[in-house]
């Protein structure tokens, strides 16, 4: 897969993004029905040709794009989102999943059972995302380290909307991978900061 700076904005794109849904989602219950399908149809993208191919297109991630170039310009708004905390702990949540070799086969495991539901229900339904939320909540939380999801408690409490914010989180693990794959670093968003946000504002040219 290519390693170039359009790849790695679209993959941390793809894990803000991912990430914004989990904050909608824990905040009111409700979040986009196609930047949803977006998300989730990325877990399902294992072996891509590139980063584009497992979104979709440059608009299915233009929300991501936003809020790449909102914390690359500083904008207090994004950078003290829920959103960013998610996808920084996500981050650093890749890092001790791409070390284990177990639960890597673990999730890749499951994510397989979950693409046979696929035969039957759409990307959305409850199933589906119970099922991916099951990944998460077996793999990805077991760590001491977690994504600590704040919101409305009759949210957070919901079965149903839990499962679909553990369905987001593990898209954004799965963004998050991808980003690491295509040679994203924490360090890109401080030393390449600016070339980082030139390329995010010309992948929004025509977006907005």
């Known amino acids: ?5 359009s790849d790695r904005v679209l993959a941390l794109a793809g894990l803000f993004q991912a990430c914004s849904l989990v904050e909608k989602l824990a905040k009111t219950g409700q979040a986009p029905t196609d930047t949803m399908e977006t998300a989730i149809k990325s877990i399902f993208v294992t072996d891509p040709r590139n980063v584009q191919e497992v979104y979709g297109d440059v ?16 904008d207090p708004e994004v950078v003290r989102s829920d959103t960013i905390r998610y996808a920084l702990t996500l981050i650093h949540l890749e890092r001790k999943v791409r070390s284990s070799n177990s639960m890597m086969s673990s999730i890749a495991d499951g994510i397989n059972r979950a693409r046979g539901q696929l035969n039957h229900f759409d990307h959305l339904h409850e199933n589906l995302m119970a099922s991916l939320a099951g990944v998460y909540l077996d793999n990805v939380s077991t760590f001491k380290t977690r994504v600590q999801v704040t919101g409305d408690l009759r949210n957070l409490q919901n079965a149903a909307s839990a499962n679909k914010i553990r369905a987001c989180l593990l898209a954004g693990l799965r ?18 900061r600016k070339s980082m946000l030139g390329e995010a504002s010309n992948l929004l040219k025509g977006q907005i």
């Open 1 to 5: 897969m290519t390693h170039n700076e």
């Open 59 to 74: 608009f299915s991630v233009h929300n991501g794009l936003r809020l790449v170039r909102g914390l690359l310009e500083r």
């Open 175 to 192: 963004s998050a991978i991808l980003w690491r794959q295509v040679g994203g670093r924490r360090w890109h968003l401080v030393f390449s």
